[in-house]
């Protein structure tokens, strides 16, 4: 049954594309929707496929088309690979349903039919991907991915932001896949064989390059900082439903990548997971501090990717510390935090996306400070994106307080067994964890806030209105998932055989519903029922209007101000008086500027000097063929060299 189900996924997304893109000229709506069903059929063949693989526990294995007696395309598909396979087939099922209305909502018939075509190659590529046996098949169905992906992010061409976000994208997955491919082949030529297998009899120098180079690549695809700028570009200029495809389980794909070369290849070393601890780290923090200062709601969305994937980090390099140190069992709770969490914010992303995709198509704007009031008149979206804020923010009973807590765990009880250096970097990341987790809380408090509750602050915020139930199921599928994966977290591991030390969360679940009802019964039947309608006291003005409400700037404004050496904060303002005596106040302008670090310093003087090195090499032409070969025949010897100090 694996192999009929895998084989038939295999050959139907193909087929959806070829017919898709064959027809997209003069296709109309039917086609296009019988294209999605299917889409959503080969998503749920996956599904059943990876579970079956999962709960089995035997490695799957097939090898479909042979070019050489060195290049095939082979599939594995283990344990690993099965969960990795089923949560990016469980977030495109829900994506596919969404997509069977989203898509109708803007372009033309052969632009929607060729996104639904690119769409069915997109997901193929991802599930190839984490099925690949071999460096060869995994580095063409990488870069079939990231071509696909590049496309869709391509989908409102007309746009200039949009071609300045797709070009950005697109450079910044070429350098990842330069630094897997130099990987690559370096083990190649260590072993002899493109499989993907343990590496013995290697020395640590060339094991560490190789390593760094593999994670370079990854974490480049992974949105990790200082490689994460393409992330909000893409994601904001991207439809949402493909936002949802590249922040839910594309970027998940790079941290199946290390994971399974820390776990399969390789055997870790300390001072790797110190490397990959940083990282995390760093990347977490800083997501969240720049996603608070966001008003574009997906670019905002897009940063607390940035912010996830650096958690999933902490607890992939806690793994590979205590796996260094021999702590199995402290190794174990941090990889499976770390997985967990990947679950989780494949689950919670891709719903907010989703819900913030039905929330830009209602209302015409990313800008959260032209909505507001929107629980009133989508009170389904308005639930599910709570459901998604909640689970994103770590608050119990759903997933990611879940996952969380066990990296949290992971760093409490590393304090008893590792060395005094090491407890202090563990301290270190220990509290700027707690940080992060804090400020994600705050953020998501404005995001709701702001888009959803007071009074509506533009005219399209108040004329909106509730989006199709195709639209309402994706995304409520998703919303299910973080529930089911919070409450019953204790359950699902101990039937895996993990007994974790974690709280039992449906108990807490029930003990949070019971105080619930108690507290309104408490109000149905004690509180006065006399009511008495008056008008709000507003500093003696006459009405309440949205002009009087807190901001997305206003709430910021604190944090940008603790911030400010991170922000670089700028604050401006212009005040106009009615005298010259400047006693009343008649008209002014005020804004917070922040300062593009990444981009001003990082960016762009490295852009600079790869183009003054490009000219300096054009202008080589005009040298000799004498002085061609002393250069030729210097950069050989340095290779030979650096590659014999390796060995």
Known sequence: ?????????????????????????????????????????ANLMFLVFSVITFISGRTFYITPYQLTASLQFDFAVDRLGAFFMGTTSLVAVSVSCYSLRYVEHSGTDAGKNVMAAITSLFI??????????????????????????????????DKSETRKSALFYLIMTQMSTVFLMFGFLAIYAVTGSFNIQPVSGISLPLASAIFLSLFIGFIIKAGVMPFHKWLPYAHSASPSNISA????????????????YLMIVFSPVWWWGLIILVFGTFSALLGVIYALKEHDLKKLLAYHSIENIGIILIGI????????????????LSLLGG??????????????????????????????????GLLKTMPYTGVLFLVGSVAIAALPPLNGFVSELMIFQSFLQSFTVVGPLLKIVMFAGL???????????????????????????????????????YML????????????????????????????????????????????????????????????????????????????????????????????????????SERWFF??????????????????????????????FVQRFSLYVANLQDVDLDTYILYSFIAIIVLVLTMGWLV
């Not at 260094?324 to 190794?331: E, V």
């Open 339 to 372: 997985l967990f969490h990947t679950f989780n914010h494949a689950m919670f992303k891709s719903l907010l996306f989703l819900t913030a995709g039905s929330v830009v198509n209602a209302t015409g704007t990313r800008n959260i400070e032209e909505m507001g």
């Open 124 to 157: 193929l590529s991802m599930l190839l991907v984490i099925a690949s046996a071999n460096t060869f098949s995994f580095l063409f169905w990488w870069e079939i991915m990231s071509i696909a992906s590049f496309f869709l992010v391509m989908h409102e061409r």
């Open 473 to 572: 199921f994706g995304s409520a599928i998703l919303a299910v998932c973080c529930i089911f994966s919070g409450i019953f977290s204790y359950q699902i591991f101990m039937a895996l055989g993990y007994n974790l030390a974690i709280p039992d969360m449906m108990l807490i679940g029930l003990l949070l519903f019971i105080a619930l009802i108690t507290v309104w019964l408490a109000v149905r039947v004690f509180a006065n029922r006399k009511t008495r309608i008056s008008e709000t006291w507003g500093c003696g003005l006459t009405s309440q209007n949205s002009r009087m409400e807190y901001t997305a700037s206003g709430f910021s404004e604190p944090i940008l101000t603790i911030f400010r050496p991170v922000y670089r904060t700028n604050k401006w």
């Open 245 to 260: 495809l590249m922040s839910g389980v594309m970027i998940k794909v790079a941290i199946y990548g290390i994971v399974r």
């Open 579 to 608: 005298d010259a005596g400047n006693s009343l106040f008649k008209n002014g302008h005020a804004a917070i500027r922040t300062f593009k670090l990444f981009e001003e310093k990082i960016y762009l003087p490295v852009a600079r």
């Open 1 to 41: 049954m694996q192999t009929n189900l895998f084989l038939a996924g295999l050959i139907l997304y193909p087929a959806i594309t070829i017919a898709a893109l064959a027809t997209s000229s003069k296709a109309k709506m039917f086609f296009r929707q019988t294209i999605l069903w299917l889409i959503l059929l």
């Open 431 to 469: 509290a700027l964890f707690a940080l992060t987790s804090a400020l994600a809380a705050a953020c998501f408090v404005k995001a709701f806030g702001i888009v959803f509750l007071a009074m509506p602050r533009s005219e399209a915020a108040r004329k909106a209105t509730e989006v199709s139930p």
């Open 317 to 332: 390099g806690l793994y590979a510390i205590f796996r260094s140190y021999g702590l199995q069992d402290l190794a174990t």
